[in-house]
């Protein structure tokens, strides 16, 4: 009853096993993973017409940021519809501080672009613990508080990367 009062038809549970998801159909026929409790708040948009950031292009994208004042050389990944404004606006990076747009992935929604970046973060964590860099290291630098790692994860990540981008080419 709630999915259907808000244009939405329940299909079933999360095929990646997590119960806090459940599988939806929007009204416009598409169909995509939703929180449950963001479907019961409404808080939910549809990937494909629903007109906001996630329907819209995006890009999964990997920054190099040295600053060699404070011996940091760290990797950002990240994901975003304008990948150089928040290479150059967002992520706070102060002019003394070298960046490299290393790689940049175009993905048909802000909703595939998230997931496919959480997913990678997940990874990334599970195989490679000691290449997740805390957040003081970079305070002051980087205006984000995760998904920043040492260098040392480069190729992992490319390979990653890689992966994904044979998954989801560019339409």
Request: hydrophobic share 40%; net charge positive; with cysteine.
């Amino acid at each position: 009853d709630e999915a259907s009062q808000r244009g939405w038809e329940r299909l079933g549970r999360d095929p990646q096993g997590n119960a806090n998801y459940r599988m939806y159909r929007h009204s416009c026929g598409h169909s995509q993973r939703v929180a449950r409790v963001n479907l019961a708040w409404g808080q939910v948009k549809c990937a494909a017409c629903g007109g906001a950031w996630n329907s819209s292009p995006s890009f999964i994208y990997l920054l190099k940021v040295e600053m060699k004042s404070r011996g940091i050389h760290v990797l950002k990944l990240g994901f975003s519809k304008t990948p150089v404004k928040r290479m150059k606006h967002q992520l706070g990076l102060p002019r003394s501080a070298q960046v490299n747009l290393v790689r940049v992935l175009p993905m048909a929604s802000g909703h595939v672009a998230r997931a496919q970046e959480a997913a990678l973060h997940a990874i990334l964590r599970r195989r490679l613990p000691d290449a997740v860099v805390p957040p003081e290291v970079y305070a002051g630098i980087l205006n984000v508080a995760s998904e920043v790692y040492e260098a040392f994860a480069f190729d992992l990540i490319m390979r990653h990367l890689d992966r994904i981008e044979a998954a989801h080419p560019p339409t």
